[in-house]
């Protein structure tokens, strides 16, 4: 991040936006398969438009999965209840094209592949991931994509209690602020496109936007002055959405998923991979690193990447990032060994320290994966536990 002062935007989507409900039902199925068969294997992606989810990938299980109960729940759920909505949970089409895993990738995943890997669980596939974390929010996120999921949250809370009784399921929010020295000072530009009803007018919509969701979530943060933009359904007319309005697809909001654009992303989406899948446990496991080592006072901002090959039981490198954000005595080569003093890095590794193996997805396919509370015990990357094992390692 410079120094100098500039604007940085970032956005979100609701459950209800066709991408996100294609993510939901993929890790809806993940979660069924893990509640019965912790080892399962699922690799499960889902497209849906006008009328019809479906349903395919790579899935080996022991336990049965209704996948239509299952896909009908999800969209039930988001509140996809309505035929004039184009979806509509109980005469939607849902198609099933599961098949079994590739025999290929299971023996490295399971340590019968290679010798020298025998009994060792490898990676499930190669690549980078990277996690991040900063101290400008109470959950070491950055503030526009925290903004923006929140932003969305209360409307979807407003929407399904009945506090605004106009409101449809598809919804997308972006939050833009302006930064000096690193360190947000105001809140520029607030943008939100909600799906309404076709008798609500444009004044009605945006006013309810503003008065009942922005106001009340950006207020607290004290960067809310009278010089804010707003962009309240801007193109005057939202009523068609949902897949009726656009196709949705697993794994295509992956910036929404992470850090909105302020972290990197690695190679990888995260929704319907079972942590075998180093593209999802491994980007959760570089977040649990990186927050704990800004939690542990270490730097102001940190950015971790792990990246692996499949079949092999170990990183091929880790590598530390603070933006030279370090504190004084410190050094990045530091702060790089006593993480991997701290981590266990390998796939096994991480599955054992996060507990991984369990029915904990569906609730991140949506506001994304990082950043939030743990729901029920879920979330574990968000801990920061670790804070006096670095800080020990460190010296």
């Known amino acids: 991040?410079?120094?100098?002062?500039?604007?940085?935007?970032?956005?979100?989507?609701?459950?209800?936006?066709?991408?996100?409900?294609?993510?939901?039902?993929?890790?809806?199925?993940?979660?069924?398969?893990?509640?019965?068969?912790?080892k399962s294997r699922v690799a499960?992606?889902?497209?849906?438009?006008?009328?019809?989810?479906?349903v395919g990938g790579e899935i080996t299980t022991s336990t049965y999965v209704d996948v239509q109960e299952v896909v009908r729940g999800v969209a039930k759920k988001i509140g996809y209840d309505k035929a004039e909505y184009g979806l509509d949970y109980e005469s939607m089409s849902v198609i099933n094209t599961i098949h079994s895993q590739s025999p290929d990738i299971s023996q490295g995943v399971s340590g019968t592949g290679l010798e020298e890997f025998k009994g060792l669980q490898g990676a499930g596939d190669q690549g980078m991931m990277f996690g991040y974390a900063c101290n400008e929010t109470p959950s070491l996120m950055p503030m526009p994509v925290m903004l923006s999921h929140k932003i969305l949250e209360v409307a979807a809370g407003l929407r399904k209690?009945?506090?605004?009784?106009?409101?449809?399921?598809?919804?997308?929010?972006?939050?833009t602020?302006?930064?000096?020295?690193?360190k947000p000072v105001r809140i520029d530009t607030v943008v939100v496109s909600h799906q309404h009803d076709d008798n609500v007018s444009w004044d009605q919509v945006k006013s309810d936007i503003i008065n009942k969701v922005v106001k009340p979530i950006l207020e607290p943060t004290g960067l809310l002055d009278d010089k804010v933009k707003y962009f309240i359904n801007p193109t005057g007319r939202f009523v068609v959405g949902g897949p009726h309005g656009d196709s949705g697809l697993t794994g295509r909001k992956i910036i929404v998923d992470t850090y909105g654009g302020m972290g990197r992303h690695g190679g990888g989406a995260f929704s319907g991979k079972d942590p075998s899948k180093v593209d999802r446990s491994a980007a959760y496991m570089a977040r649990y690193i990186a927050k704990n080592v800004v939690a542990a006072g270490l730097c102001d901002r940190c950015e971790v990447q792990l990246a692996y090959a499949i079949g092999v039981p170990h990183p091929v490198s880790i590598f530390v990032d603070t933006f030279e954000t370090m504190k004084d005595g410190l050094t990045e080569e530091k702060i790089e060994a006593a993480v991997k003093k701290v981590f266990d890095c390998t796939p096994g590794g991480i599955v054992k320290t996060l507990d991984l193996l369990r029915p904990i997805y569906q609730p991140t396919a949506a506001y994304g994966h990082f950043g939030r509370e743990a729901v029920n015990g879920f979330f574990p990357w968000e801990k920061t536990d670790k804070v006096a094992d670095l800080q020990k390692a460190i010296g």
């Open 1 to 38: 991040m410079t120094n100098r002062k500039h604007l940085f935007t970032s956005e979100s989507v609701s459950e209800g936006h066709p991408d996100k409900l294609a993510d939901q039902v993929s890790d809806a199925i993940l979660d069924a398969c893990l509640k019965d068969d912790p």
């Open 44 to 54: 499960c992606e889902t497209f849906t438009t006008t009328g019809m989810v479906l």
């Open 161 to 175: 209690n009945g506090g605004i009784t106009w409101m449809r399921p598809d919804s997308k929010s972006q939050v």
């Open 177 to 182: 602020i302006e930064y000096e020295n690193s």
